[in-house]
């Protein structure tokens, strides 16, 4: 316990400086995704072949690829900036299939109507196709922002600053609480990320949740009743 209170400054400072690098990639995955996806599904015969790059993308190993990037990028070894192209990267190959299943879930008689009652294309995609696709984005995101969180600790191993750097610390002295407080660091973010997501998804598709609520099958008659009894 004396432990946590000598180093309580030290954790608040890798907890914040974990929550921000985990945020910007986050971001920009999403932000990426969502033309590519939008342009895989709507150009079938390429969506094989972007589906097939990023996945090659996301196979790549996370360590080899932060030690690469800065002979790539023509920075320095613990600049930031490698973690956040390298996990943005891997973001935006786990958020891409996800996009182009989101448009695709767009029911194809909406999309005729819109352009039937002339939509054009920009408009169409702003007015009718992301936001029905916005369930199946925020679930996508959600994923991202869990894996983007998690991914984020590799980078201690090369000195990049993380909550990563207790489960280093923590193996190399023998010392489980060092190494459960970076788990713990580690979830909690993962959690509140994971929260304020789900809220802001509430509060921009309301009508997601009525849907859901809309398609629950109906409790028959005198079934609670029944159950009561």
């Not at 196979?59 to 943005?88: E, H, K, M, W, Y």
């Not at 005729?112 to 920009?122: E, K, N």
């Amino acid at each position: 316990m004396s432990w946590l209170v000598g180093n309580a400054g030290q954790i608040w400072q890798l907890t914040v400086v974990h929550a921000a690098l985990s945020a910007i990639p986050i971001v920009i995955g999403f932000a990426l995704a969502i033309p590519v996806g939008w342009f895989a599904n709507r150009h079938r015969a390429s969506r094989g072949t972007v589906l097939a790059v990023v996945g090659v993308v996301y196979a790549v190993p996370s360590l080899p690829l932060f030690i690469a990037l800065p002979s790539i990028l023509g920075t320095r070894i613990l600049d930031p900036v490698n973690v956040v192209v390298a996990l943005s990267l891997y973001a935006l190959a786990i958020m891409v299939r996800t996009a182009s299943d989101a448009f695709a879930s767009v029911d194809v008689d909406v999309l005729l109507s819109a352009t039937a009652v002339g939509f054009s294309t920009w408009r169409r995609f702003w007015s009718v196709e992301l936001p029905l696709a916005g369930p199946v984005l925020l679930s996508g995101i959600r994923v991202v922002s869990v894996s983007t969180i998690s991914l984020l600790s590799v980078g201690s191993v090369i000195g990049v600053t993380s909550l990563g750097y207790f489960f280093l610390d923590g193996f190399q002295r023998g010392f489980a609480l060092e190494i459960l407080v970076g788990i713990v660091g580690t979830v909690v973010i993962a959690v509140v990320f994971d929260t304020v997501l789900t809220i802001v998804g509430r509060l921009l598709l309301p009508w997601a949740r009525r849907r859901a609520a809309s398609h629950r099958p109906a409790t028959p008659a005198g079934a609670d009743l029944a159950g009561a009894a």
